[in-house]
Structures are given as C-alpha cells and as structure tokens.
C-alpha cells in the first residue's frame, strides 16, 4: 500500500510559468517531507523540505506547502524554466526515526517538461 | 569533485552470479544509505549504516543482499544468485547526520538476463 502517492506521472508547463506538482500522504506519523529533482542517469538532488509543524516552506522559485488536515502538500515552481524539466519526487519521514533522513518513503515521481 | 560515487555505473549480468557494487560516500559523512529504484517507481529504502554499524534494514533485503562498512568509509552491496527481479538501479547516499539532507550517488544499474 502507498503510503506516498504522486497521483500524476506527468506535468507540462510553458516557461515562465507556475508548475504545480501534488503529492498525498497516508500515514499521520510522517514529520518532514522532502521534495527531490532527478535528472536522466543522475542520483536524486535535495530540492526543499518542511516540517510537519509548518505550512510553508519558500527557497527562491520553490515553496513547499503542506495541509495536514487534507494530508495533501505541493510544491510550486515560479517561474518554471526549461532547466527545470525532471522527475520530481516527494518523500515523508516517520516520527521517532531517531532523528534519521535517510529512511525516506519516496512516491512514484512526476515527470516535469517546461517547454520554451 | 568530491560526492558520492559509485561503481560500476552500469552491471548485466546471468541470473544466479553473485555481483558486487561499491560506494564511496563524501569523505565527511558518517552515515550511509542504500536505496533500489525500479522502473516508474521511487527509489526504496534497503538499509544504512553510521559508520561501520549497520543500523536499519528493509524487509527488502533478502538473505540474499548483503552489505558491509567496514572502516566506516566505502560501503559495499552484494547481492548473491541473481534472480530478474533483482534488475533495478542501486543507489547509495550520505548525509553527515541526524536531520541532514541525503546526497545521492548516480546509481549502479543493474540487469539480470
């Protein structure tokens, strides 16, 4: 069972514009969640993070937000740039891992394509 | 450049050889993760390390999967008699501790024919 759902494997975006990318959670004991960017045969690279005591997290052209209650976050990219065209993925933490990031629950991941 | 690295990129290999990944951490981080990642999925946890000790293990790790730290530095992930399911990509990453961002590795691609 899913307990990190990426709902949509694909996004198409025009540069210049907001991407949106959405991802939905199960599991109540999650306490940070994590958004990672993947480029073909590269590892995962750190994007932004919240914890689960905030509602918004922003880095630049990333903000992160999360709604507990809907068990729902997303992040927003503003503007969107072609250099931006990767797979995102979304990932949560339980509580009480001894303070580890390591064991993350990953989604499945949206494909994001910002066409020039 | 000094992230994590990992060897070799790519392996194929027949279903029932033993292979064996290596990956080299960024030189200040204490501990170690190993995660698979299949096709249209995301990467899954295996197992991590704080230093040499292994600390966490995934149910994903059959008997069959081992892995070693031994002096806290490079890890390496064996993965004895091959089976198809196996073909994934194999990621490593580091992080210097607690609440640290992870770093990942470029992955070891594995195929079992």
Known sequence: ?116 | DTGVSQDPRHKITKRGQNVTFRCDPISEHNRLYWYRQTLGQGPEFLTYFQNEAQLEKSRLLSDRFSAERPKGSFSTLEIQRTEQGDSAMYLCASNPGPNEKLFFGSGTQLSVL
């Open chain 1, 1 to 116: 069972d899913q307990q990190v759902k990426q709902n949509s494997p694909s996004l198409s975006v025009q540069e210049g514009r907001i991407s949106i990318l959405n991802c939905d959670y199960t599991n109540s004991m999650f306490d940070y969640f994590l958004w990672y960017k993947k480029y073909p045969a590269e590892g995962p690279t750190f994007l932004i993070s919240i914890s689960s005591i905030k509602d918004k997290n922003e880095d630049g052209r990333f903000t992160v937000f999360l709604n507990k209650s809907a068990k729902h976050l997303s992040l927003h990219i503003v503007p969107s740039q072609p250099g931006d065209s990767a797979v995102y993925f979304c990932a949560a933490r339980v509580s009480g891992y001894g303070g580890s990031q390591g064991n993350l629950i990953f989604g499945k991941g949206t494909k994001l394509s910002v066409k020039p």
